[in-house]
């Protein structure tokens, strides 16, 4: 599947895999968090142009950042999963209150500041295989002969989960982004 990556893609893959080995992201495998991280550094590809249309240009992405990161500090549970423990009765923000105030801020977010013992490499973890995967398909549905940035952002707007969710508080989920990429017509726009 990789030989049909663009140049764009790849450099997306690459960059989320440094986010993981500088820490910025949680964990020691990479997830759709860190691709959407990726997706973020991102300038000049069709996925960047994508996210300019709709509002979230280079300057704007700081918020998206900000969100993952609160995300990551709640363990990575999205807003709707919060919800649906709230209704057992069980406040995910006192947990997270608790168990920081014990253990420090971020103590919830998988981040472990003593690597020492993990020697390897990051590897993809669950969530980032479905969005390759997903990725995939997006291109395969759209005709498009490659997969490309905007691809893996199209996946990451289809998958439910955290990313999907913050992107969509900024008005990017998979409807916006196809009449931005294809228009009514399903062909590929410029960008």
């Known amino acids: 599947m990789f030989e049909r990556f663009t140049k764009d893609a790849r450099d997306v893959v690459k960059g989320a895999f440094a986010h993981v080995e500088r820490g910025g992201g949680g964990g020691q ?15 000049g590809s069709r996925g960047s142009f994508a996210l300019a249309a709709l509002g ?3 300057e704007e992405r700081e918020p998206v950042r900000e969100a993952l990161a609160e995300a990551r500090r709640r363990a990575g549970l999205s807003r709707a999963e919060s919800d649906a423990l709230a209704g057992l009765g069980i406040d995910v923000a006192e947990i997270v209150a608790r ?4 253990h420090g801020v971020g103590a919830m977010s998988g981040d472990r500041k003593d690597t020492r013992w993990w020697s390897g490499r990051p590897s993809f973890g669950r969530g980032a295989k479905d969005v390759l995967e997903r990725s995939l398909r997006a291109a395969l549905a759209h005709r498009d002969r490659h997969i490309g940035d905007e691809h893996l952002l199209l996946a990451l707007t289809m998958r439910p989960g955290v990313p999907a969710e913050v992107l969509a508080d900024h008005g990017v989920t998979y409807a916006t982004l196809v009449r931005v990429l294809y228009g009514d017509g399903g062909e590929a726009k410029a960008g």
């Open 56 to 58: 979230l240009g280079p």
């Open 99 to 102: 168990v920081e105030e014990v």
């Open 29 to 43: 495998s990479v997830e759709a968090e860190h691709l959407l991280l990726a997706l973020l550094d991102r300038e």
